[in-house]
């Protein structure tokens, strides 16, 4: 294995409303999304340089990623977790991302605290 590659830029916890569901209440009303993003990358050059240019500035993610969950309306989880998938690769120092994306207060008739699609894309 070469060294840096088992770099990692992550994100946890990222809580947004969003309007996503199969359900005709989930379509008409916000709900709480939690994401998870873990972006595979070579981080040495940030590490040498100290300088925000050479790595992916995870504020401008944080922003684009809740975006995502905010703006835009699907029916499933996994297309979620999808276009969030999309937007980090169009970074081209991205080696593959893991995009972890939790309904908070799912619509079931049971005590489930979450329920969450998971995708890795390289």
Do not use: C
């Not at 922003?63 to 690769?89: N, P």
């Not at 970074?91 to 309904?103: E, L, M, P, Q, Y």
């Amino acid at each position: 294995m070469k060294a840096g590659s088992g770099d990692r830029l992550e994100l946890r916890g990222l809580r947004v409303m969003g309007v996503h569901g199969l359900l005709a209440e989930e379509q008409v009303r916000s709900q709480p999304f939690e994401v998870d993003v873990d972006v595979d990358l070579d981080l040495r050059a940030a590490g040498a340089s100290d300088d925000l240019g050479d790595t992916i500035d995870y504020g401008a993610l944080v922003g684009r990623v809740s975006a995502v969950v905010a703006g835009e309306r699907h029916q499933l989880l996994e297309r979620v977790a999808q276009r969030i998938a999309d937007l980090v690769l169009e970074d081209g120092r991205v080696r593959s991302v893991a995009v972890t994306v939790r309904k908070l207060r799912p619509p079931v008739p049971v005590d489930l605290a979450t329920v969450a699609v998971r995708v890795v894309r390289p």
